[in-house]
């Protein structure tokens, strides 16, 4: 038997009629009896509108049209509009489930304010350390997702995990357990997921944990402290919010991209971790440390170039130079070149050579780091270790990858690194010795193969990797082959500069020639 639920949903969708939310989708009795289980008697709502409208906070309408019913509890300031109504809902279930507010306390009416570029509707109010400390939610997400489906990807987190060693966090405690105030503490009133900490931390993360480590000390639970609560904020309002809120702090370039790889979804981390890069339910570092090396330019580093080499046509000359790249990093806007190549390549995430691409080069950083952990020595260095993990290293590789694509032997060869590496000569798979000492004789400044992270480094890797699953070569890391990739990257790039000149050249002619004949006619 088809349940009144069930009957709502399949009839209007699984979206909140009121504010188009799609997650804790429940269905509601519009005129308040729920043995009415006629359609049109039935409203698909969230639990934040459907808890208002249950206490009888709003009007539905013969329409289905809403009307918010309790007297505001809100004034608007200069140009500011009355808000919509998923707005004021949330302003009413803000005062309903959080009434320890000093304003509301106070009977005070909330200012309600509207930025002018986001359009993102925000009060300015003050709450008690007790009450704020138990409501903040570190883990706020771009898209808010269920949690109902154990096969679905844990939603992206915005924010950096707090660094507890970090002086000035300790001096926040101590503020915060002596009774000083914080003030800007930027959050989301969001109850669509952890709803019982409603208060999602846009910024000021540092901040919140200080109160609460005053809290959790009983120290200071009644000291007010200012926040600056946002309602009902689309994925790009929260983007550009974060960012307003750390502008002022230097963010790792690392947390920076993640947040611009969590605009397009969560196909790539799931790849990640199926693949080995990440583990199960690790997300992409927010910075670089010896747990977690896996950046998201990394990871763009590895998808761009595999494509690219996919579309090679050849394994010489300009084109396989040219075709290199190491994605940018450090911005809140996902990387052009990455998703270029995702758009050229569609269904990337489950293609299956891709991703054994992806298996075989996280066993190549594995066995990296495990040899590095069982040797002596200069190989210890941590830049030894993760010398996998460099977005050059990994454009390299992947780009090779990419053009033996249908080469398997070759791409067998090239695999098979991490396992048949000479151990006379070399600890590691990479030999992360021979590549820093390398020389390159257009650079006196130059440090080894793989020091730096530009496309003529990657370039250099490249052609190391294409000469080792080449059969006529020696199949591991060897100073000799170091030499000769260097030397071959300088050869193509020459021949590469001669053509871009010859072609400007001929540009020129061609346009002489034009005016010739424009001023003969």
Known sequence: MTTYRELGLSTYGGECEICGATVGIEVHHINGDHADNRIENLMPLCGTCHNVATAGDFFIDADRQVRVTVSHNFDTGPRVDIPPVPVEIQLVDFHRLLPTTWELQENRRLLLLKDGVSKAYYVECHIPAGALAARLDFDTVLEPGTTDDPDADEPYRFNRAINASSEVYKSLVRDARGGRPFADIMVEWNTTYGAEKPLKVLGGQ??????????????????????????????????????????????????????????????????????????PQQDFTDRL??????????????????????????????????????????HYEPDRDYQAAIRAFPTIWADPEFEEAGRQYARLHRMQVSASETAQGELRKVSFRYKAMQPAVAAGWAFVAGALRTHADRLQTLFHLPDYYDKRSSQDPLNAIQLSRAKDANDPNYRGLGTRQNQGEAQKLAELFNLIADPAYPSHVTLDLIKAAIASYYKKKSAYDADRALETARGIQRQVSRNNGAERS
């Open 289 to 330: 440390s010896s747990e977690n090396r896996m950046t998201v330019q990394v990871l763009r580093a590895f998808v761009t170039n595999y494509v690219r080499g996919t579309q090679l046509t050849g394994d010489s000359g300009a084109e396989f130079f040219s075709a290199i790249t190491i994605p940018g990093t450090g």
């Open 206 to 279: 540092h901040r919140g944990a200080a109160i609460q480590a005053a809290v959790a000390d009983g120290l200071e639970t009644d000291r007010l402290h200012g926040v600056r609560v946002y309602f009902r904020l689309s994925a790009e309002q929260r983007v550009e919010l974060v960012e307003i809120a750390n502008s002022n702090i230097a963010i790792p370039n690392p947390l920076l991209d993640r947040i611009a790889e969590h605009q397009l979804g969560g196909q790539s981390r799931a790849w990640c971790q199926r693949v080995g890069l990440l583990d």
